[in-house]
């Protein structure tokens, strides 16, 4: 058995690691005329080998194209992470300049090793280096600053509400443990397939290095995986998982029950954060042929333009959610399907069950900030949670002008 404890700290809470985050000058001063914080780093005090997982997104970002080339199987230490620009759609050029970037940055820190990068924003843009590598006189690796998790959390935002940080404590039953600590951003073009989506995950836990990756694909499918905002997948979407070790402890069970809280965590708060959004939406998927079929009813619920605006007008429209269950390609029939919100059955085996009183029930459901809704297909043992999030003006806001 194990006990998971909430703690502060951030990425910066196991040991051995360091992240904070710095002004390029990439973002426009604050309100109160202040450097917006733009660039991050996130350093190791050993070096490792990074588990990954990264957009399936056929044009790939060239920082993504650089690690895959240059730095796979590679022991690092480092991670720069820039805001504003995505170095995506840049071809050799875009490669390049994460290659000039990286190299004055171990220039000056000869104890920099491999370092990788990661950028979130605009594609199409080519990265403005001087800012990048002038801003590497600001990096303070001996300031052990308290809140540097925060405005390293900070500084990678771009569209995203608030920052998306979480530190765990695994307390095993003999006494001994270990921590994970995390940072993400996300809140537009979300839709990720293993959005745009980072996660730069820490833990001091002595992960097997041929169990690293497989533990993170597993808890991907239900967090990351499992997340639409917009349904477009990003060409950067990118999760490491740095494991130094220092802790000398692991547990398999206590270890993936921890990381699947962090990520599920950090995956429905980039829902919640969805720009514009409102609602957070679990769609529960049941009683499907398969797992797969699961799968493809609750992402197409996801994504459905007109369930999102239902959300958004509080409008629990049940018949929308069952055309959308019908298009999705998954076997279902009338005599089977259950739908319900939260825990107001709207449609039972072909019997409609929206009189007056029902329909408010369900109406005042959807008026909440985070609720369910169910849909049982009552044909096999298929089961599935996808996340998603209502669609309003406030969306059509930031994304028209998103380059300004």
């Known amino acids: 058995m194990f006990e998971i404890i909430p703690i502060k700290g951030g990425v910066n809470a196991p040991q051995g690691f360091y992240a904070d985050g710095v002004s390029a000058g990439l973002k426009p001063p604050l309100p109160n005329g202040a450097p917006a914080l733009d660039v991050a780093f996130l ?40 805001t504003k620009n995505a170095n ?46 002038a801003s590497f006189a600001s990096f303070d690796f001996n300031a052990k600053c308290e809140n540097a998790h925060t405005r390293a959390a900070d500084a990678i935002r771009t569209t995203d509400a608030f920052s998306k940080e979480i530190a765990l404590r695994v307390r095993l039953d003999n ?15 979300i839709q990720p397939a293993l959005a745009t989506m980072l996660c730069f995950i820490t833990t001091d836990a002595l992960v097997p290095q041929n169990e690293g990756d497989r533990i993170l694909r597993e808890c991907a499918k239900t967090s990351f995986n499992a997340i639409s905002v917009d349904g477009d997948m990003s060409t950067n979407d990118s999760v490491f998982l740095f494991a130094n070790g220092r802790s000398g402890v692991y547990n398999e069970a206590a270890f993936k029950e921890a990381l699947k809280m962090i990520m599920h965590k950090l995956a429905t708060d980039m829902v919640r954060d969805g720009e514009g959004s409102t609602k957070l939406v679990a769609f529960e998927v049941c009683g499907a042929r398969d797992e797969s079929q699961a799968i493809c009813a609750a992402k197409a619920l996801t994504n459905s333009l007109l369930v999102k ?56 459901v959807m008026k909440q900030e985070s609720f369910r809704i169910t849909c049982d297909l009552g044909i096999g043992e298929g089961h599935f949670v996808a996340y ?10 930031i994304n028209a002008d998103y380059r300004s």
């Open 43 to 82: 350093y190791s005090e050993d070096v490792l080998k990074p588990f990954t997982l990264f957009t399936s997104n056929r044009f790939q970002a060239a920082p993504i194209t650089h690690f895959k080339h240059f730095i796979k199987g590679k022991e690092s230490n480092f991670v720069l992470i820039n």
């Open 88 to 133: 995506a759609m840049t071809g050799e050029r875009g490669v390049q300049d994460v290659c000039d970037i990286l190299s004055s940055l171990t220039q000056k820190f000869p104890f920099i090793q491999n370092p990788i990068m990661s950028s979130t924003g605009v594609i199409g843009q080519y990265l403005p280096k001087e800012k990048i590598i």
């Open 175 to 189: 006494g001994e443990s270990f921590c994970i600590g995390a940072m993400a951003k996300g809140a537009g073009m």
């Open 309 to 364: 605006t239902a959300i958004y007008g509080e409008d629990p429209n049940w018949g929308r959610i069952a055309s959308t269950i019908g298009a999705s390609g998954v076997e279902c029939n009338e005599e089977s399907l259950r739908i319900a919100f939260d825990s107001v059955v709207v449609f039972d085996k072909g019997q409609i069950c929206f009189d007056k009183e029902n329909e408010a029930r369900a109406a005042a």
């Open 388 to 397: 998603g999030c209502d669609l309003g003006y406030r969306y059509i806001d």
